[in-house]
């Protein structure tokens, strides 16, 4: 049948061109891009998934800044307490020659300016200690139980027998309540409101210690009983009204550092504080042995006294060594921290590439694939628009 009002032909080849350029401005958009995935209709799923894969790894990115900006503060603090530590050293070597019996009062003296002269520089270096406009060594960055609270704390009786005898918040979020709660039998659950912790209890027997280390929420406790008491009713006397909170005090409070794309306590975020290392107001005995010593030493500088100095030197040296080697523990931690954040963003990279980074070599071919069915598709439109001339034939005839 020969009709000219309807071109079936025409029609069929214009439909397969039409697909053809479709498919050509795919291949020209994904090839320009470098994406196989430009908008939503190319891959709905694949453009949610490789959406969510880019946030983690921008926040996973910015989480080492952050693992790398802690590092820095530790190794702030830590050179700081490295140079008090060489006045330490001094003092002790100032003490020494004090307690010889070969020097009179007027030498001694003049070992006293110097100590004096240390000490006070021992209290500048503290004081002075910043990162970012946060004093280090102040105690500001060193979490406290609050000063209200009159719940669980050292000295508290948590059932007959057995009360807690040491209480290390140093690690927790300040201004939080920790509220404990008994879901069953020995276990005991902390829970800052949004992140828990559940840890099991040991029966008590007289003269025994135990400790509850919640390190999720930064609380560790130390429980010591005077005769025999089951683990059941020690948990369940957590629960009881007068023992069931913490409550730490606001306005300081350890520093918190982000080093995961999460939000847990304890695994994406890792709390760092530092001890008030000023010699005239620390609370660490340690420290103040060391300042009454020197205040002794500067009233009457006496032999007895200059020994006195010898063994507070002695201890304070220990004291900084410990906060040190914390220090440097922790910088190791975040040096892991920063390693293993790196080898997970790389691998999420990898996959966020496999589901929206386009395949140049498949790509180059779709692309040649659809240059020629293009070309051939309006080579063979141009033909089918020419059949129904062949209508004039019958029509001359």
């Given at each position: ?5 309807t ?21 020209l ?26 946030a ?54 003049f070992?006293?300016t110097?100590?004096?002269?240390l ?14 406009g ?12 609050s000063a209200?609270?009159t ?52 029966a008590?027997?007289?003269?025994s210690t ?24 020690i948990?369940?006397?957590f ?13 300081s409070?350890?520093?918190n550092l ?16 530092f ?8 609370t ?38 410990t ?23 790389e ?22 694939r659809g ?20 209508v004039l ?5």
């Amino acid at each position: 049948m020969q009709v000219i009002n309807t071109n079936v032909a025409s029609l069929n080849a214009q439909r397969n061109l039409n697909n053809s350029q479709g498919a050509l401005q795919t291949s020209l958009a994904r090839l320009s891009s470098g994406l196989r995935i430009n908008s939503a209709r190319d891959d709905a799923a694949g453009l949610a998934v490789s959406q969510r894969l880019g946030a983690q790894i921008k926040s996973l990115n910015q989480a080492m800044r952050n693992a790398n900006d802690g590092i820095s503060m530790l190794q702030t603090a830590e050179g700081a307490m490295d140079e008090m530590q060489n006045i330490l050293t001094r003092m002790k070597e100032l003490g020494t020659q004090a307690a010889n019996g070969t020097i009179g009062s007027t030498e001694r003296g003049f070992i006293n300016t110097e100590l004096v002269e240390l000490r006070d520089e021992m209290q500048d270096i503290a004081s002075r200690t910043s990162f970012n406009g946060q004093n280090l060594l102040t105690g500001s960055l060193s979490t406290s139980v609050s000063a209200g609270s009159t719940e669980t704390n050292v000295g508290t009786t948590i059932v007959a027998g057995t009360s807690v005898t040491a209480l290390d918040v140093s690690k927790a979020k300040a201004g939080t309540t920790f509220t404990f709660t008994n879901p069953s039998g020995a276990n005991v659950t902390l829970s800052d409101g949004t992140n828990s912790q559940t840890v099991t209890v040991v029966a008590g027997t007289a003269g025994s210690t135990q400790t509850l280390d919640f390190s999720n929420l930064g609380i560790k406790l130390t429980l010591s009983s005077v005769s025999a008491e089951t683990a059941d009713n020690i948990a369940a006397g957590f629960a009881a009204s007068g023992n069931d909170t913490i409550v730490t005090a606001s306005g300081s409070g350890a520093t918190n550092l982000q080093i995961g794309s999460g939000t847990a306590t304890g695994t994406d975020t890792v709390a760092i504080s530092f001890a008030d290392m000023r010699i005239n107001n620390s609370t660490a005995s340690q420290i103040s042995t060391l300042a009454t010593a020197l205040t002794n030493f500067n009233n009457t500088q006496s032999e007895n006294n200059a020994r006195t100095v010898m063994s507070a030197v002695d201890g304070a040296l220990d004291y900084f060594s410990t906060q040190r080697a914390t220090l440097g523990a922790l910088q190791n931690r975040m040096q892991s921290s920063v390693a293993s954040t790196a080898v997970a963003a790389e691998n999420l990279s990898a996959a966020r590439s496999r589901v929206r980074d386009a395949d140049f070599a498949a790509e180059t071919s779709a692309l040649t694939r659809g240059q020629i069915l293009q070309q051939a598709g309006q080579a063979m439109l141009a033909q089918a628009n020419a059949l129904p001339q062949g209508v004039l034939q019958l029509l001359r005839g």
